[in-house]
T-cell receptor, first 116, second 118 residues
């Protein structure tokens, strides 16, 4: 059974600091891995999607890496800003799932607080 | 970009009543929609997969008679929480897969619905 773990559960950093969020998954049979942002009381905003054949994706100050064989992904945020404060979720699209493709298995998230 | 609208965003209902949550794909057709639930400080957990024109597929442990899912058109899926209890209070969110694709990068999420049962 695929399980996704995110470490740390919470992180507080001063503005301007570079930081790394970690995600691990137990089954390497995935179609892709996504990082999402969730603001309090809000839905999900997709940040980066990495296909299983890819090693990393970049968008602005965000860089996500994927090491499928070891079951790990990292989200790197450069020059953090108070507006980055949110919960960051990692999710994988499992291959070995009997239902429809498109189901995602989520981690519990890392709650990030960037202090001005 | 593609938009998925979820309504209502927040709802409070009395214990024992039923409440319906709608998930609409506004600018694309979605043959498959997914319903998730998120309890505080927990992961989003898939409840069921909704396929247009057929019965929903429920995940283990999810009561299909309590969480009724209807996907009557290519743009609308509804989740009805029947005989709601306080323990059903949670954040419910849907996602929609654009028709004609199988890759994960065409999954779009709604804004979610906060249900409080009093």
């Amino acid at each position: 059974k695929q399980e996704v773990t995110q470490i740390p559960a919470a992180l507080s950093v001063p503005e301007g600091e570079n930081l790394v969020l970690n995600c691990s998954f137990t089954d390497s049979a995935i179609y892709n891995l996504q990082w999402f942002r969730q603001d309090p009381g809000k839905g999900l905003t997709s940040l980066l999607l990495i296909q299983s054949s890819q090693r990393e994706q970049t968008s602005g100050r965000l860089n996500a890496s994927l090491d499928k064989s070891s079951g790990r992904s990292t989200l790197y945020i450069a020059a953090s800003q108070p507006g980055d404060s949110a919960t960051y979720l990692c999710a994988v699209s499992p291959v070995n799932y009997g239902g429809s493709q498109g189901n995602l298995i989520f981690g519990k998230g890392t709650k990030l607080s960037v202090k001005p | 970009g593609a938009v998925v609208s979820q309504h209502p965003s927040r709802v409070i209902c009395k214990s024992g009543t039923s409440v319906k949550i709608e998930c609409r794909s506004l600018d694309f057709q979605a043959t498959t929609m997914f319903w998730y639930r998120q309890f505080p400080k927990q992961s989003l957990m898939l409840m069921a997969t909704s396929n247009e024109g057929s019965k929903a597929t429920y995940e283990q442990g999810v009561e299909k008679d309590k969480f009724l899912i209807n996907h009557a058109s290519l743009t609308l899926s509804t989740l009805t929480v029947t005989s709601a209890h306080p323990e059903d209070s949670s954040f419910y969110i849907c996602s929609a897969r654009r028709a004609g694709t199988v890759s994960g990068n065409t999954i779009y999420f709604g804004e979610g619905s906060w249900l409080t049962v009093v």
